[in-house]
């Protein structure tokens, strides 16, 4: 065997070498990888389930009831649009509330409800998840005039004394 045809199958082993260590690296992403969709889009094309997803939207007012004596709640999730029921067992943010943004991040279960390991709310009074504010602008729930004031009074300076 020559030098050039040794030096080849080294190449050879070690592009085969890459792409299986590339190929378990891209597994392992895809394990671990958590979609964000909103309500609309889990109507339309559900995810399979048992797979983590997040969902995005408002907490609609007046679906927020508690399970049993414990901490658990279900409560629906809305774009506007469509609304999808989260069940969720746990200390909940003390920022949620009905009316508010929410992203609760779980599983759908085999009736199509989303059991959340996890609930994440806004953390102050203007703020709301970039994915749920793009979530309610695509379904057009989104109030621009509102938010636009809201974020102006936030950014405005205090005044200084003379």
Known sequence: MTRKRRRLYMVIVGMVCLAVATGLVLNAFNQDLVFFYSPSEVAKKPPTPGRMIRIGGLVETGSLKRVGVGPGIVFKVTDGKFDLNVAYTGVLPDLFREGQGVVAEG?????????????LAKHDEKYMPPEVVAALKKSGQWRENEAASANAA?????????
Do not use: E
């Open 107 to 119: 599983a759908l279960d085999q009736s199509g409800a989303l059991v959340a390991s996890q609930i």
């Open 154 to 162: 936030a950014a405005m300076p205090v005044g200084k004394s003379l």
